[in-house]
């Protein structure tokens, strides 16, 4: 049984359908990239996960239990943090301010403070620092180190390297093995193959609202899944 | 010149009741974007559920907050639940037509109840006694209670918005509800919260009212005008600045009356209105922005 | 291929256009088949169709919430006393006056009123209006906070007359106001009026000044209320300044837009009638009234936003005043 199993899942914004009957499996200690052009419904996929849509409850389970129709207050509680788009932190809010209130769901584990200090260590120096007043990189770092604090056992990434120079997104991406050491299950939703693939194992591509292309990726051929991406 | 002085001390100190009921109304529009037009009659309810104790089991005022401070407390995060967070979002009209109505419900039910006539609350000689301050002026006693009363307020306030876990959590609703959320803050619980911190307060406000002055069922729009000039006058979203805000009025007031009794008021209006002339952001604006 | 033709009347609306003619001929006759509490009642009712269609203008179609369009009822009403009473003009004089002055006041406190958004726009125009109160309450020659009287302005004119004048006037307002907003919505405006209240950044983005559009619907709507503050003093024969700048005449104007329905031409007609019918039933229970209606306006807020002439007008396509486009597979002949 997957840590995370979503099966057709559809999503609508009012009479717009988002997602049509999308099934997608996440496991404990791995990462899954989910690749896909602009307005594919990957950013829809991780928000409609994290409670902002209200599917059936069946169609989506966690560690066995139904949690579709779960507010996000709720999904979070269970160990399902997101990383949003554009990373959202609050600008009122210093630096450790945000990471704290990333730990307001008041789930127990391992990690705190410290260790995501530990993790990105710049975070540290700027800790009293208006969030919003720190470089793009060291925001990412906030916004992942943010949903850390919340212990989850599936965290998912929405475009952390979209914006960032390379060298920034080398470090960020530097610290997601740590964070798969700990069993956690990954989602990574990227526009940059490469970078996507630089850490997955598994490989969903997402077209139109649809899995066009999914699979190991040792498995998959570059050019299957640029077929997929492009839908040529 | 020790007139004016005393005017202006005097001014400072009705300052301070201004900032009570100015607090909650900055609150609620801070954390949830709400303003609240029967605001001042919830005040006015307060003072007539401290009138109620008081008559009831004869003890001071001052002592029925214990009971009417929890009791608003629980009216709000209610009120909040079962009718005001449904009206929430990007239009503007749903909140302010419930609460209009509910303000509309609120004086006339009260003068179904209490009839229209003025009442007011005594605490004794505390009422008129005063403090000489050397040099031929001096202060009353119990406006300087209600202007330490305000102080406290808003010094437990600043202390709960930044130091607490729920401040922070309020703080982070008011800049972004949805990414408020994945933090595992359920929004609609927080602001039943917020709106029962906020009548917490105008409880206060209310009963410091209902003993320095009378009151009757129609007192109450005045007391929701007052708290809004003193909200914009400070500055949008400045605890501090809501004091300074409600001082400004209040001196402006107190000069009014000393000119002339009939324009006291009216003075306090024209303040607000050259403050939104010549300073459209307030006196003390946010400078952090959210 | 199908073909569509695109309309704007409907079958419907033209017969409620000839119904519409036939009852305004039968109001205008009233004064020799009614009685005086009929005549009494039609003229307030006209009255809070004008003043409600005004609060409709400003924010059903042009977004602005306020509470305050009390200042210009009062202004008006003492428009027409300052006319009758030291002007010594005709006190009918004052209908005109009363616009123009609203109007300019409007300009003018708009410089202030506008820096204020959303709510805080509504609170804003509530003080205006309380300083207006304060400043005619103290003014000795108008009868200071007590008001004053204008009957000795309508001696020589009979009460039969006096009456039915008020009556009339209150057909021109009332009909005015519904055939203004009509017109100004069928206009090019209207398109632009709509397109600032759903987004004034797209609005401006097009070209369209929001700053402009709701500056006119402000003027318009003060204008408005300040004819029915006029005709009120005329039909009262009285005006003092806590009631003429109470700030009920907003909770009417707000409640019977809301309760008949925002954004609509006929939701404040259909909502000053539940106001009349509700105020006429409930009258010997003293503020039970302002419960009800407030109660009422509540869940009508709640359960049905777009007011009763939504609820019925989804119901059965109706459509009395057509402001909209419709497209229609076009009929085969």
Same mark, same amino acid.
């Given at each position: 049984?997957?840590?995370?199993?979503?099966?057709?899942?559809?999503?609508?914004?009012?009479?717009?359908?988002?997602?049509?009957?999308?099934?997608?499996?996440?496991?404990?200690?791995?990462?899954?990239?989910?690749?896909?052009?602009?307005?594919?419904?990957?950013?829809?996929?991780?928000?409609?996960?994290?409670?902002?849509?209200?599917?059936?409850?069946?169609?989506?389970?966690?560690?066995?239990?139904?949690?579709?129709?779960?507010?996000?207050?709720?999904?979070?509680?269970? $160990?399902?943090?997101?990383?949003?788009?554009?990373?959202?932190?609050?600008?009122?809010?210093?630096?450790?301010?945000?990471?704290?209130?990333?730990?307001?769901?008041?789930?127990?584990? $391992?990690?705190?403070?410290?260790?995501?200090?530990?993790?990105?260590?710049?975070?540290?120096?700027?800790?009293?620092?208006?969030?919003?007043?720190?470089?793009?990189?060291?925001?990412?770092?906030?916004?992942?180190?943010?949903?850390?604090?919340?212990?989850?056992?599936?965290?998912?990434?929405?475009?952390?390297?979209?914006?960032?120079?390379?060298?920034?997104?080398?470090?960020?991406?530097?610290?997601?093995?740590?964070?798969?050491?700990?069993?956690?299950?990954?989602?990574?939703?990227?526009?940059?193959?490469?970078?996507?693939?630089?850490?997955?194992?598994?490989?969903?591509?997402?077209?139109?609202?649809?899995?066009?292309?999914?699979?190991?990726?040792?498995?998959?051929?570059?050019?299957?899944?640029?077929?997929?991406?492009?839908?040529? | 010149?020790?007139?004016?002085?005393?005017?202006?001390? =005097?001014?400072?100190?009705?300052?301070?009741?201004?900032?009570?009921?100015?607090?909650?109304?900055?609150?609620?529009?801070?954390?949830?974007?709400?303003?609240?037009?029967?605001?001042?009659?919830?005040?006015?309810?307060?003072?007539?559920?401290?009138?109620?104790?008081? =008559?009831?089991?004869?003890?001071?005022?001052?002592?029925?907050?214990?009971?009417?401070?929890?009791?608003?407390?629980?009216?709000?995060?209610?009120?909040?639940?079962?009718?005001?967070?449904?009206?929430?979002?990007?239009?503007?009209?749903?909140?302010?037509?419930?609460?209009?109505?509910?303000?509309?419900?609120?004086?006339?039910?009260?003068?179904?109840?209490?009839?229209?006539?003025?009442?007011?609350?005594?605490?004794?000689?505390?009422?008129?006694?005063?403090?000489?301050?050397?040099?031929?002026?001096?202060?009353?006693?119990?406006?300087?209670?209600?202007?330490?009363?305000?102080?406290?307020?808003?010094?437990?306030?600043?202390?709960?918005?930044?130091?607490?876990?729920?401040?922070?959590?309020?703080?982070?609703?008011?800049?972004?509800?949805?990414?408020?959320?994945?933090?595992?803050?359920?929004?609609?619980?927080?602001?039943?919260?917020?709106?029962?911190?906020?009548?917490?307060?105008?409880?206060?406000?209310?009963?410091?009212?209902?003993?320095?002055?009378?009151?009757?069922?129609?007192?109450?729009?005045?007391?929701?005008?007052?708290?809004?000039?003193?909200?914009?006058?400070?500055?949008?979203?400045?605890?501090?600045?809501?004091?300074?805000?409600?001082?400004?009025?209040?001196?402006?007031?107190?000069?009014?009356?000393?000119?002339?009794?009939?324009?006291?008021?009216?003075?306090?209006?024209?303040?607000?209105?050259?403050?939104?002339?010549?300073?459209?952001?307030?006196?003390?604006?946010?400078?952090?922005?959210? | 291929?199908?073909?569509?033709?695109?309309?704007?009347?409907?079958?419907?609306?033209?017969?409620?256009?000839?119904?519409?003619?036939?009852?305004?001929?039968?109001?205008?006759?009233?004064?020799?088949?009614?009685?005086?509490?009929?005549?009494?009642?039609?003229?307030?009712?006209?009255?809070?169709?004008?003043?409600?269609?005004?609060?409709?203008?400003?924010?059903?179609?042009?977004?602005?919430?306020?509470?305050?369009?009390?200042?210009?009822?009062?202004?008006?009403?003492?428009?027409?006393?300052?006319?009758?009473?030291?002007?010594?003009?005709?006190?009918?004089?004052?209908?005109?006056?009363?616009?123009?002055?609203?109007? @300019?006041?409007?300009?003018?406190?708009?410089?202030?009123?506008?820096?204020?958004?959303?709510?805080?726009?509504?609170?804003?125009?509530?003080?205006?209006?309380?300083?207006?109160?304060?400043?005619?309450?103290?003014?000795?020659?108008? @009868?200071? @906070?007590?008001?004053?009287?204008?009957?000795?302005?309508?001696?020589?004119?009979?009460?039969?007359?006096?009456?039915?004048?008020?009556?009339?006037?209150?057909?021109?307002?009332?009909?005015?106001?519904?055939?203004?907003?009509?017109?100004?919505?069928?206009?090019?405006? @209207?398109?632009?009026?709509?397109?600032?209240?759903?987004?004034?950044?797209?609005?401006?983005?097009?070209?369209?000044?929001?700053?402009?559009?709701?500056?006119?619907?402000?003027?318009?709507?003060?204008?408005?209320?300040?004819?029915?503050?006029?005709?009120?003093?005329?039909?009262?024969?009285?005006?003092?300044?806590?009631?003429?700048?109470?700030?009920?005449?907003?909770?009417?104007?707000?409640?019977?837009?809301?309760?008949?329905?925002?954004?609509?031409?006929?939701?404040?007609?259909?909502?000053?009638?539940?106001?009349?019918?509700?105020?006429?039933?409930?009258?010997?229970?003293?503020?039970?009234?302002?419960?009800?209606?407030?109660?009422?306006?509540?869940?009508?807020?709640?359960?049905?936003?777009?007011?009763?002439?939504?609820?019925?007008?989804?119901?059965?396509?109706?459509?009395?005043?057509?402001?909209?486009?419709?497209?229609?597979?076009?009929?085969?002949?």
């Amino acid at each position: 049984m997957s840590l995370l199993e979503v099966n057709s899942l559809s999503a609508f914004y009012g009479d717009f359908q988002a997602l049509f009957d999308v099934d997608f499996r996440a496991e404990a200690g791995r990462a899954t990239a989910i690749i896909g052009a602009n307005g594919a419904g990957k950013s829809t996929f991780l928000r409609a996960v994290a409670g902002f849509q209200s599917p059936p409850d069946e169609a989506i389970r966690f560690d066995g239990e139904a949690i579709g129709a779960l507010k996000p207050s709720r999904v979070v509680g269970r $160990g399902v943090a997101l990383v949003p788009e554009g990373r959202r932190l609050f600008p009122s809010l210093s630096v450790e301010e945000n990471l704290k209130i990333g730990g307001y769901c008041g789930r127990r584990g $391992g990690w705190t403070l410290e260790r995501v200090y530990g993790l990105f260590p710049v975070l540290q120096e700027r800790r009293d620092a208006p969030a919003t007043a720190l470089s793009g990189g060291q925001q990412q770092m906030v916004a992942i180190g943010r949903a850390l604090m919340g212990n989850p056992r599936l965290l998912m990434c929405d475009e952390i390297s979209l914006g960032l120079a390379p060298i920034v997104i080398r470090d960020i991406y530097a610290a997601l093995p740590a964070i798969l050491s700990e069993g956690v299950a990954l989602v990574i939703v990227e526009q940059d193959i490469g970078q996507a693939l630089s850490v997955a194992e598994d490989v969903y591509c997402f077209q139109g609202g649809r899995v066009t292309l999914q699979g190991k990726a040792s498995d998959l051929s570059r050019d299957a899944i640029s077929a997929a991406y492009f839908g040529v | 010149m020790i007139g004016w002085l005393d005017t202006i001390l =005097q001014g400072l100190m009705l300052g301070g009741l201004y900032a009570l009921f100015a607090t909650g109304l900055s609150l609620t529009f801070g954390v949830m974007r709400l303003v609240n037009i029967a605001h001042g009659d919830l005040s006015i309810l307060a003072a007539y559920l401290a009138l109620v104790i008081v =008559q009831h089991f004869g003890v001071s005022p001052f002592l029925s907050l214990i009971a009417v401070v929890p009791l608003m407390a629980i009216i709000g995060y209610a009120l909040q639940t079962f009718l005001l967070n449904d009206t929430l979002g990007d239009d503007i009209l749903p909140p302010l037509l419930v609460t209009f109505g509910l303000s509309i419900v609120l004086q006339n039910g009260l003068m179904e109840v209490f009839s229209a006539d003025s009442r007011g609350l005594s605490v004794g000689e505390v009422q008129t006694a005063s403090l000489p301050l050397g040099g031929g002026i001096a202060v009353g006693v119990f406006p300087a209670i209600t202007l330490a009363a305000a102080i406290v307020v808003l010094a437990l306030m600043s202390w709960l918005f930044n130091s607490t876990s729920l401040g922070r959590a309020l703080r982070a609703t008011s800049d972004d509800q949805s990414t408020a959320q994945l933090m595992g803050i359920d929004n609609r619980r927080l602001y039943a919260v917020a709106m029962a911190i906020a009548m917490a307060v105008v409880a206060v406000a209310g009963v410091f009212l209902a003993i320095r002055t009378t009151f009757d069922p129609t007192s109450g729009p005045a007391r929701l005008l007052y708290a809004f000039e003193a909200v914009i006058i400070g500055g949008l979203g400045s605890l501090w600045g809501t004091l300074a805000g409600g001082m400004v009025l209040g001196v402006a007031q107190t000069i009014g009356f000393a000119l002339s009794p009939a324009w006291g008021i009216a003075v306090g209006h024209i303040a607000f209105l050259v403050v939104l002339l010549i300073r459209p952001n307030g006196l003390f604006p946010r400078t952090r922005d959210a | 291929m199908q073909e569509f033709v695109v309309s704007r009347s409907t079958r419907l609306s033209r017969w409620a256009g000839l119904v519409a003619l036939a009852v305004v001929s039968c109001l205008i006759a009233m004064p020799w088949w009614g009685t005086r509490a009929e005549i009494g009642t039609t003229t307030s009712f006209l009255g809070i169709v004008a003043m409600a269609q005004m609060w409709n203008l400003l924010a059903g179609f042009g977004g602005l919430v306020s509470i305050g369009q009390q200042a210009y009822i009062g202004l008006g009403s003492y428009v027409a006393v300052m006319v009758a009473l030291q002007g010594g003009l005709s006190i009918y004089l004052s209908l005109p006056l009363a616009g123009i002055v609203s109007a @300019g006041a409007a300009w003018a406190i708009s410089f202030l009123l506008f820096r204020l958004r959303g709510a805080y726009f509504a609170i804003g125009a509530w003080v205006v209006a309380e300083l207006l109160r304060i400043v005619f309450a103290n003014t000795a020659s108008l @009868g200071g @906070g007590s008001g004053v009287s204008i009957t000795s302005a309508l001696t020589g004119i009979g009460r039969w007359q006096r009456e039915a004048y008020a009556l009339w006037i209150a057909i021109a307002l009332g009909v005015g106001a519904v055939g203004l907003v009509y017109a100004l919505l069928r206009s090019a405006n @209207g398109l632009a009026f709509g397109a600032v209240r759903d987004s004034e950044a797209a609005a401006e983005s097009l070209g369209v000044s929001a700053r402009r559009v709701k500056l006119t619907l402000y003027l318009i709507a003060s204008a408005g209320c300040g004819m029915v503050g006029a005709l009120m003093a005329i039909s009262n024969l009285r005006v003092a300044p806590d009631s003429a700048f109470s700030v009920d005449w907003t909770a009417i104007m707000f409640f019977a837009v809301v309760i008949g329905g925002i954004g609509t031409i006929e939701g404040p007609i259909l909502g000053a009638i539940v106001y009349l019918v509700l105020r006429q039933s409930l009258a010997q229970y003293g503020g039970w009234y302002l419960i009800v209606l407030g109660v009422s306006a509540v869940i009508v807020m709640r359960k049905a936003p777009r007011g009763l002439w939504g609820v019925l007008a989804d119901r059965f396509d109706l459509r009395l005043f057509p402001i909209d486009h419709r497209v229609r597979p076009r009929e085969r002949s």
